[in-house]
């Protein structure tokens, strides 16, 4: 509604420029939107599968790397030296140990040296006392102890840990334990491989490419980072962020999600690495993944501005096809509002406006043919209403009034004769001088009441008349005239039962449902209602209207919905119901 008020108050050149502006720029900037929606979604979805492709490929290049290790492990731990060394270690001399460990070097020598990456090779004993180091960098004890806590609830004994050299490098550390060969369920001590986590990463990461920004680092299960080719992602503690590992193992591996990551949204992807119970997480920046939407987005702002500018020029060009013939038809109406129906619009185009200019050329005749005949039928429908309301006054009843005036003067002096003068001279002016069709119930009651004056002069005490409204406003109602006198004269005509008992007449008026009700009422000596259509057609009375005539006038001035319905029985007395329309008299409202 509001928006309807406000376009009401622009000019059809405002309102066609806003217009062809809506339908042409919505449109484009909806599909560009839409576009670039779908385009960033695609981009997104397709470089998640890649990520996923390269992050599970990576991962599985760690695997590999990670299996030769275990590997060279199983080849260790069942080494005769070392199982041999490790079960008599007590009973040996330290002559005998340096002897055995110079032994374990030699023997072990060739097979750490194949793999570059290797930085140490230590073997403990059960009380993690050290029974042989290989000596390359030494890593303080309780770094050693914490690789080897749990071991025992790992799948196969083997538990992949981080681990901080004495020189600052950083370390990944391999630890199992050693099993007697003659009894697998005693425990000898525990073996710990040191790998270089540069050449582990380069060796891992080497090809894997995850685009501008990316970052792509190695956890264990609680979110320590082991291993990253990035040097902004501190080792040996959980990445600032830890929330995105919580998330990652929310969802799952194998799957994407975006997250804020140092202030900035991130695509993140991870992958599984089962043997060492790792997590390989990649992490994408949307900017970068968005960055080839710039350019299709400069391109579309030129698109729109374009078609906004070709969309206002052909908002102005319609407008003034429009515009003038407008104009031609306001300045036409002008002189239509001052009453010179005698112009024309002048030779019009075959388009909407000039049918319409066509069409108004035809009202306006027409108008004019309509007038000069509503003239003619306004002052033949004042003739004939005076010809009626004229003719509504019956000459008997006149004289039988006038007569009854003069023996009333004769027997019982003026005040009888001033009541009924004054009566008849108030029924006689609001009968013959007064033309509205429509007047108020109280100036109806009013009538009624000089009316009921002049025939108690003629019938005395035979009748007694009463009305009573529900509500005083009832009386601003609006009510054709002369609707009430006809049915009281019926009554005081007819009502009687002959034995000279006194008719009680009643007028009642409530509302129902919106509607107005009358009803008049008598306790008189009623009749068949198989009369009512023969009464109803009786012009002979009834103060030459009828009861027809009565309900013809309702129906005509109010509506076929309203009027007259009568009930008698024989004996009972007779009620008249008119329903009428709740019109109340201008200036008047109803409460």
Not at 16 to 28: E, G
Not at 498 to 515: A, F, K, Q, Y
Request: hydrophobic share 40%; net charge negative; aromatic share 8%.
């Amino acid at each position: 509604m509001r928006a309807s008020t406000f376009l009401r108050k622009l000019s059809i050149k405002h309102r066609l420029l806003i217009a062809f502006l809506i339908t042409s720029l919505l449109p484009v900037v909806s599909v560009a939107l839409y576009s670039n929606l779908r385009y960033e979604a695609s981009i997104s979805e397709k470089l998640s599968t890649s990520t996923l492709q390269v992050l599970s490929e990576s991962a599985t290049n760690a695997s590999r790397e990670l299996a030769q290790y275990e590997t060279l492990s199983e080849s260790i731990i069942i080494n005769s030296l070392i199982q041999s060394g490790l079960q008599h270690m007590n009973s040996m001399t330290d002559f005998e140990k340096y002897g055995l460990q110079t032994d374990i070097k030699d023997a072990l020598g060739e097979q750490v040296f194949r793999l570059s990456n290797i930085s140490n090779v230590v073997i403990l004993t059960n009380e993690s006392d050290i029974f042989f180091d290989l000596g390359y960098e030494w890593y303080p004890k309780n770094q050693i102890a914490d690789s080897l806590q749990g071991i025992t609830e790992t799948a196969g004994n083997i538990k992949w840990t981080y681990l901080h050299s004495n020189r600052g490098s950083d370390k990944i550390a391999l630890s199992r334990i050693i099993f007697s060969q003659d009894n697998l369920n005693q425990t000898l001590g525990y073996l710990v491989i040191v790998i270089d986590e540069k050449v582990f990463s380069r060796n891992t990461f080497e090809h894997v490419d995850l685009g501008k920004g990316g970052r792509l680092y190695i956890t264990d299960h609680s979110g320590v980072v082991v291993s990253s080719v990035s040097s902004s992602i501190p080792h040996g503690q959980t990445y600032n962020q830890q929330e995105v590992f919580s998330a990652m193992m929310s969802n799952g591996p194998s799957k994407t999600f975006y997250a804020k990551v140092d202030g900035e949204r991130v695509l993140v992807g991870s992958a599984y690495i089962r043997s060492a119970d790792w997590h390989m997480i990649g992490l994408i920046p949307h900017s970068y993944i968005i960055s080839e939407l710039s350019a299709i987005r400069g391109s579309l702002l030129y698109i729109c501005l374009f078609i906004l500018l070709l969309a206002g020029l052909l908002a102005m060009w319609i407008y003034r096809s429009i515009n003038r013939p407008m104009r031609d038809l306001l300045q036409y109406a002008t002189q239509i509002k001052l009453g010179r129906l005698e112009t024309r619009l002048g030779p019009t185009h075959s388009d909407e406006m000039g049918r319409l200019s066509e069409t108004i050329n035809q009202m306006v005749a027409r108008l004019k043919m309509l007038i000069y005949q509503v003239e003619e039928e306004q002052q033949a429908k004042r003739e004939a209403e005076l010809k009626m309301l004229q003719a509504q006054i019956n000459p008997h009843f006149l004289f039988n009034t006038l007569n009854s005036l003069k023996w009333s003067a004769m027997m019982s002096g003026n005040e009888n004769v001033e009541q009924g003068i004054a009566s008849l001279s108030e029924l006689l002016h609001n009968t013959i001088l007064d033309t509205e069709e429509m007047i108020t119930l109280e100036k109806e009651i009013d009538n009624l009441m000089h009316y009921a004056v002049i025939q108690r002069m003629r019938y005395g005490d035979s009748f007694k008349l009463a009305c009573r409204m529900s509500d005083d406003q009832l009386y601003q109602c609006q009510v054709p005239r002369f609707i009430l006198q006809p049915i009281v004269e019926n009554s005081i005509l007819h009502a009687g039962s002959g034995e000279g008992r006194r008719v009680h007449i009643t007028v009642d008026g409530s509302i129902n449902e919106g509607r107005l009700l009358l009803q008049i009422s008598d306790d008189g000596k009623g009749f068949d209602m198989a009369e009512v259509q023969e009464r109803k057609h009786s012009h002979d009375k009834l103060s030459g209207i009828g009861m027809s005539n009565v309900e013809e006038r309702i129906r005509l001035h109010v509506g076929k919905q309203y009027g007259i319905k009568i009930s008698s029985e024989p004996g009972r007395g007779t009620q008249t119901l008119i329903s009428l329309p709740m019109t109340m008299k201008e200036g008047v409202e109803h409460v």
